[in-house]
């Protein structure tokens, strides 16, 4: 059965902290992994990784991956009340269409 | 503007009643997704469909169904086989299969039991 554990769970952090969100995987045929950010309503679309070792950056955002230990990486520096968010990772495969979703990071950050 | 257009923003059932979500998109997409999120447990994924007039089960389809008889409409209803409907419902789209293009999501409606 194909598997997104994400870690941890919950997080809670004051403005300025760095932050790190995991995301492992066992899966089979895997194709592509995927950030997003979810505040109150749509999940908003982060980052797509399909090459292991490459970095992605968005400002004060960046994530990479690593496809031989099977997992990801989401960094998050010098954070901001407005980074406060559901973090969700989720993996696709080669042979379906359809994506597969870890259970989310809950992040707060206090001012 | 394009984008996806889910209603209503919330919904109540009673015992015994089906009802049915609206996702509407406007970006050409071909593939469409309904999910469910209940708290502490990601999004799950209920049916996708890829093309107009067909449609598969994701992993938790019992309960629900859907039709795809245009490109920009994705309808789910929740039937009351689903003996839990209660939950946060999003819809996606993508232009292509989901593990090769992001996916694009609606506001979500969310859905109690009455």
């Known amino acids: 059965e194909d598997k997104v554990v994400q870690s941890p769970l919950s997080l809670v952090v004051h403005e300025g902290d760095t932050v790190t969100l995991n995301c492992s995987y066992e899966?089979?045929?895997?194709?592509?992994l995927l950030w997003y950010k979810q505040e109150k309503k749509a999940p908003t679309f982060l980052f797509m990784l399909?090459?292991?070792?490459i970095e992605k950056k968005s400002g004060r955002l960046s994530s990479i991956l690593d496809k031989k230990e099977l997992f990801s990486i989401l960094n998050i520096t010098a954070t901001q009340t407005g980074d406060s968010a559901i973090y969700l990772c989720?993996?696709?495969?080669?042979?379906?269409?359809?994506?597969?979703f870890g259970q989310g990071t809950i992040l707060t950050v206090h001012p | 503007d394009g984008g996806i257009t889910q209603s209503p923003k919330y919904l109540f059932r009673k015992e015994g009643q089906n009802v049915t979500l609206s996702c509407e998109q406007n970006?050409?997409?071909?593939?469409m997704y309904w999910y469910r999120q209940d708290p502490g447990q990601g999004l799950r994924l209920i049916y996708y469909?890829?093309?107009?007039?067909?449609?598969q089960k994701g992993d938790i389809a019992e309960g629900y169904s859907v039709s795809r008889e245009k490109k920009e409409s994705f309808p789910l209803t929740v039937t009351s086989a689903q003996k839990n409907p209660t939950a946060f419902y999003l819809c996606?789209?993508?232009?292509?299969?989901?593990?090769?293009?992001?996916?694009?999501f609606g506001d979500g409606t969310r859905l109690s039991i009455l």
């Open positions: 996606a789209s993508s232009p292509g299969q989901g593990a090769y293009q992001p996916q694009h």
């Open positions: 899966v089979t045929n895997f194709r592509s």
């Open positions: 399909t090459s292991s070792g």
């Open positions: 989720a993996v696709g495969l080669l042979s379906y269409g359809k994506l597969t």
């Open positions: 970006l050409n997409h071909d593939a």
């Open positions: 469909s890829q093309i107009v007039n067909d449609f």
